[in-house]
């Protein structure tokens, strides 16, 4: 079956596919009309892996643009005025004002695991939802560090650069094997956890630092202090996400807490750790090296340049925010969240949403499905469900979910009622968004 989104308006204020509760007196004074996959457009930034256009495709969804990199903030705001889904990855900024701009987006998704990038209260004010690949670059990143991890210790990065300038560094000093060293991980999490795991199998002691209490694996073991985390390990690894408590994390006094020689990993999020003191200690050899695959500011595209303090220094591993840049992975994540995003768009299903209240919704055959999305005030359900009551509207099932700021509820009910009732649940207090689908 074909399916249509059903409009509340075609008003600017309104997407095609979707109404937006602050214009409904626009609602009022316009026609209703529907509209077909093929005019449902995404937009897909940042190298989204092809596997994701083809499950649009497969979907039936054919207005599909996908471009290789992030756009200025000018460019994107201009782009998304008329875009109802979009992809992005860990460098596109989803802020307030790309969503006051974004008046048909209907939900995003991050083809990553980080949603730091995106404003997700802003997102949720404005009805769309935000979907994750929460899993499918672990162990991309995961192994990544561990190879950094045996190169470093090694002093590879330096013998090669050495190498490549005509040299010949062929020296034990300085060089370890990974048997028998303490691997300090910071955030025992997806990422974290794993790697604790693979260490291990490679002969290495694993301590970790979490804010959470956690179940380690392994004989792996959990510290109480960051301090004596650093204070204990040779190699300390950062796998947390950007919060406001993980900005600047390590900083020159946690540098200068970390053993002598020690090394230090970062493939989270370039606001976790504090460069120029980093720069200091790893010129003044107080760190034997340092592998950093994210940053404070990263270009946008492949065609911009990159700026680090970090930069000639032969001690460190300098990588392009890869840590998740496998084939696998990326071919994952594609299939992973377009799925999630088709599930959403064709039939109101928002589970693992990372913003919006989560319900897994049945197929609705033979029947509309009408989306209403609301401030979690109350009295809007009763609302709702007076105007089912008043006009005599059969509801053949009906679903409920809110957090603390919004509620999501999908009620199915016959299809001649549908117009009826999607003008109504437009006008009722408190609405952000809504639409049907049949
Ligand atoms: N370089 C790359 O390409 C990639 C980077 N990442 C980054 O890695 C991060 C971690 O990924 P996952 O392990 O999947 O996340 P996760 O959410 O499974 O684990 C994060 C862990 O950090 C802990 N945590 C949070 N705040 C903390 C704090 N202040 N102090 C100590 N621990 C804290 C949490 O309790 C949790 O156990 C992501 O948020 C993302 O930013 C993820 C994938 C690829
Ligand atoms: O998954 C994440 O959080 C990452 O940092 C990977 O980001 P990317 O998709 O490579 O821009």
Redesign the pocket.
């Given at each position: 079956m074909l399916r249509r989104s059903m409009l509340a308006s075609t008003s600017p204020f309104f997407g095609l596919a979707c109404c937006r509760g602050r214009g409904f007196r626009e609602y009022a004074m316009s026609s209703k009309t529907s509209l077909e996959k093929s005019r449902i457009k995404f937009l897909l930034l940042e190298g989204i892996h092809p596997s994701a256009v083809e499950v649009l495709r497969g979907a039936g969804y054919t207005n599909i643009e996908s471009l290789p990199g992030a756009l200025p903030d000018a460019e994107l705001k201009a782009k998304i005025a008329d875009v109802h889904f979009l992809g992005i990855r860990?460098r596109t900024q989803l802020t307030a004002e790309v969503f006051a701009a974004a008046q048909k987006l209907v939900a995003a998704g991050c083809f990553?695991?980080?949603t730091?990038q995106v404003d997700l209260e802003a997102a949720r004010e404005h009805g769309v939802a935000v979907f994750n690949a929460?899993?499918s670059?672990?162990r991309?990143?995961a192994e990544l560090v561990l190879a950094e991890a045996i190169l470093l210790l090694r002093g590879v990065p330096e013998k090669s650069a050495v190498a490549h300038r005509g040299g010949w560094l062929k020296s034990a000093e300085n060089a370890f094997e990974i048997r028998g060293k303490t691997l300090g991980i910071?955030?025992?999490?997806?990422?974290?956890?794993q790697l604790s795991v693979l260490a291990e199998a490679l002969g290495m002691k694993v301590a970790f630092?979490?804010?959470?209490t956690?179940l380690p694996l392994g004989n792996a073991h959990q510290v109480r202090e960051?301090h004596q985390l650093l204070a204990q390990s040779d190699i300390v690894t950062l796998?947390?996400?950007?919060?406001q408590?993980?900005q600047w994390?390590i900083g020159a006094a946690e540098i200068a807490a970390m053993k002598p020689g020690a090394i230090l990993i970062n493939?989270?999020?370039g606001t976790v750790v504090e460069i120029e003191p980093l720069a200091a200690a790893l010129k003044q050899k107080k760190l034997l090296g340092a592998a950093i695959?994210?940053f404070p500011v990263e270009p946008r595209t492949n065609k911009d340049e990159f700026q680090s303090p970090l930069r000639g220094l032969d001690n460190v591993i300098l990588t392009p925010?890869?840590?998740?840049?496998t084939m696998e992975a990326q071919a994952n994540i594609g299939l992973e969240v377009a799925e999630k995003l088709v599930k959403y768009s064709d039939n109101g299903t928002s589970t693992s949403s990372v913003n919006f209240p989560e319900v897994a919704l049945p197929a609705h055959p033979g029947k509309h499905r009408l989306l209403h999305i609301h401030r979690n005030v109350p009295g809007v359900l009763s609302e709702i469900n007076r105007i089912f009551s008043d006009n005599n509207i059969n509801i053949s099932s009906q679903f409920l979910q809110t957090n603390e700021k919004i509620g999501y509820v999908v009620t199915d009910i016959d299809a001649a009622y549908s117009d009826l009732a999607l003008e109504k649940l437009a006008k009722v207090n408190g609405t952000i968004r809504s639409r049907v689908l049949f």
């Open positions: 860990s990553c695991i980080g730091n929460p899993y670059n672990t991309s990143v910071v955030g025992y999490g997806s990422i974290g956890a630092y979490d804010v959470v956690k960051l796998h947390v996400p950007e919060t408590a993980t994390m493939a989270s999020r695959d994210v925010h890869i840590g998740g840049s």
